[in-house]
């Protein structure tokens, strides 16, 4: 749903937990080998859905390459070169190289390589060249990079002028029903069965509902995203609003 740019910018989000670089790398590191088995049986299985939703509605366009930042171990940069059927080139960057060597295991499974490249690079600061991606996608990582601005104008950087950026992020339910449930869920349950299943000193199960609750969603996120000169904008809320899909257009280059 197209949205207007708000008068005043949004302030930039703040979080209590340490989302440090040195922090989130090692986390995720010490779950990587984990990572996948956690995602599908925690969201049983519907985030593929929910990627699948991501390359319909930001399709890839033959020839033209797409970026995908905190891309992990590639589940969204390997939906996008299915989407494409391989005519259009594939680059995943994340700053930690333990999921992207799960990562290049699955490119080599999917006889991807050559059309689907992993790059180790921080999102605050991404290894690619300026007005070149016609995609530039990001999916569950935004809300771990330090500085959210930051990050969103990397995103923007990296796209070409008319190029889309698409944020597939975890959002908070609003029904009266679903909502205390998944949120109880949320807090309480999950965190145990993920520390169960991939033991981590940083208890990453637990500062993922954290990080969720306190990253913006709805309409504050959309916001953000024009207030750093997306336009065009859209939000499509999944599976009840577990997930959103946010997307902004870069404006063409004036002439």
């Not at 590639?74 to 799960?102: N, Q």
């Not at 992993?118 to 569950?140: I, K, M, N, W």
Request: net charge positive.
């Amino acid at each position: 749903m197209p949205t207007s740019e708000t008068a005043t910018p949004p302030l930039t989000p703040t979080s209590s937990e340490d989302k440090s670089n040195q922090r989130v790398r090692r986390m995720f590191a010490s779950i990587a080998k984990r990572y996948d088995l956690l995602n599908h049986l925690l969201s049983l299985n519907i985030d593929r859905s929910w990627r699948r939703f991501t390359t319909r509605t930001v399709p890839p366009s033959p020839g033209v390459p797409v970026l995908d930042c905190c891309t992990g171990t590639a589940d969204l940069a390997l939906e996008y070169h299915k989407a494409g059927k391989g005519r259009s080139p594939i680059v995943g960057a994340d700053f930690c190289r333990e999921m992207l060597l799960v990562g290049d295991k699955k490119v080599r499974k999917a006889k991807a390589e050559g059309l689907v490249t992993l790059v180790e690079g921080d999102a605050q600061h991404l290894p690619v060249p300026s007005d070149t991606f016609g995609v530039v996608s990001v999916a569950f990582g935004l809300r771990n990079v330090r500085d959210t601005v930051a990050g969103l104008d990397e995103l923007i950087r990296a796209a070409k002028p008319g190029g889309k950026v698409a944020v597939l992020e975890f959002s908070r339910p609003r029904g009266r029903v679903l909502g205390p449930i998944y949120l109880g869920f949320f807090r309480k349950i999950l965190p145990r069965i993920g520390q169960a299943i991939a033991p981590n000193q940083d208890s990453a199960y637990h500062y993922l509902p954290k990080t969720v609750l306190e990253f913006p969603d709805g309409q504050e996120l959309l916001d953000l995203m024009g207030s750093r000169g997306l336009v065009d904008l859209e939000m499509h809320p999944l599976t009840f609003g577990i997930a959103t899909l946010y997307v902004g257009v870069k404006p063409a280059a004036r002439s």
